[in-house]
């Protein structure tokens, strides 16, 4: 049952969508999103049944196709994001590769910042020319790069902004205005920023995908994606290339994320504090080469993301002195925060970008995003600031012994 003493969500701020956006209650009268751990569904008659699989009438068929709670959780991230229609995937990268091959064929072409998570890159690079794609990095800094690229007809175009690992700001108007003259579907992969502090949607683009791993879930528990856009693009290109894949996200990790939606505001605008505080640390600590964060007017990109974003975000990167024998001593001397190559928990993490995350794409490509052997990734948890500071103080010291 829906509730019917629920206003509309079109008058609620964020911290209100996050509770009650797009939630139906059941006959039951559940305060909490009701989880259904069902692979199936059953049908009343046979006659039921077959005007199901017409789509005569609605009715739920199987898990793999639509499951209630998952649409509970896309229903919330709709809401949040503007967009008309969500599916959500068993993973971020589920999400990613599901955009864009059911947008590409043979013959096409696909135009990439250059900036990407490595798995984001290898589909670019390797798997898409394999089914006859043509691709093309670009530096996504570079309008005049993006004009060049889109010379010729195109069908899709991939960017992330901020970029994994570096923070790399982009125009998400000014590349999305190009990309739509080459006819390409502008597909934005907002994991860094998060659903509350950018909208690429009103900056043009045509489809958002996330990690929910990330923040949404943000507490290293289940894996799972989004991707969002217009309904029609949705029904008719992205649901069949899901539901005929099999690349569906299963009920118990959509309930889990459904509350951690419940504490996303709270949990990003804390460690967002948290990140403004260590980053200003780490820009006047020794052995620290250079800071990037967002919310930081030393930022290459800082009037950009002013303009686009309404907060600096989670992720701090830096270069430390001495390489990665540097990194790697600075990042050993922690005694609170974790190395692990995941980013948007509660707990803070750093990973060595150069041998973990973007170890596959190369050295070259490497020097062609400024991932350094010194940088680190840094996701910033919600532990008090104060403790991190003095951790980082410890990894300081380290790159002091030399």
């Not at 499951?67 to 229903?75: C, G, K, M, S, W």
């Not at 800082?302 to 686009?308: E, G, K």
């Not at 840094?378 to 002091?400: K, M, P, T, Y």
């Amino acid at each position: 049952m829906s509730d019917s003493k629920t206003p509309s969500s079109k008058s609620w701020r964020p911290a209100t969508r996050l509770l009650h956006a797009g939630l139906e209650r059941t006959e039951y009268g559940e305060t909490s999103e009701a989880l259904f751990l069902t692979s199936g569904f059953v049908y009343e008659n046979a006659e039921q049944a077959a005007k199901t699989f017409t789509g005569e009438i609605s009715h739920y068929q199987y898990s793999r196709f639509a499951n209630p709670t998952v649409a509970a959780l896309e229903r919330r991230l709709a809401d949040l994001e503007g967009a008309e229609a969500c599916v959500a995937t068993s993973t971020g990268m589920g999400a990613v590769s599901s955009a864009l091959l059911s947008q590409v064929k043979s013959g096409d072409r696909v135009v990439a910042s250059r900036a990407l998570f490595g798995s984001c890159h290898w589909i670019v690079a390797n798997l898409l020319p394999q089914y006859g794609v043509e691709t093309v990095f670009v530096d996504g800094g570079d309008l005049a790069a993006w004009d060049e690229a889109f010379s010729k007809p195109t069908a899709a175009v991939l960017l992330e902004s901020p970029s994994n690992p570096m923070l790399d700001v982009l125009d998400l108007a000014a590349i999305a205005e190009r990309a739509h003259k080459a006819g390409a579907l502008v597909i934005v992969d907002n994991v860094f920023a998060s659903p509350l502090y950018q909208k690429p949607l009103e900056l043009g683009a045509d489809v958002v995908v996330y990690s929910c791993t990330k923040h949404i879930d943000g507490q290293g528990r289940v894996l799972g994606g989004a991707v969002l856009g217009k309904e029609d693009w949705i029904k008719e290109t992205l649901q069949p290339f899901v539901r005929n894949t099999g690349n569906a996200l299963s009920p118990f990790n959509a309930w889990v994320m459904l509350k951690g939606l419940e504490t996303l505001a709270l949990r990003v605008e804390a460690m967002t504090r948290n990140a403004a505080a260590v980053a200003d640390y780490l820009a006047s600590a020794p052995g620290i080469v250079s800071v990037r964060y967002p919310g930081r007017k030393d930022h290459p990109q800082y009037d950009i993301a002013q303009r686009q974003m309404t907060g600096g975000g989670t992720m701090v990167a830096f270069e430390v002195e001495g390489g990665q024998d540097g990194a790697f001593a600075f990042m050993n001397a922690l005694q609170l925060i974790a190395i692990s190559n995941n980013l948007g928990d509660a707990r803070s993490l750093v990973t060595h970008p150069a041998t973990t995350t973007h170890m596959k794409i190369g050295a070259e490509e490497r020097a062609k995003l400024g991932i350094s052997e010194g940088a680190i990734r840094f996701s910033v948890g919600l532990e008090d600031s104060a403790d991190l500071i003095d951790d980082l103080a410890r990894g300081v010291a380290a790159l002091a012994k030399g």
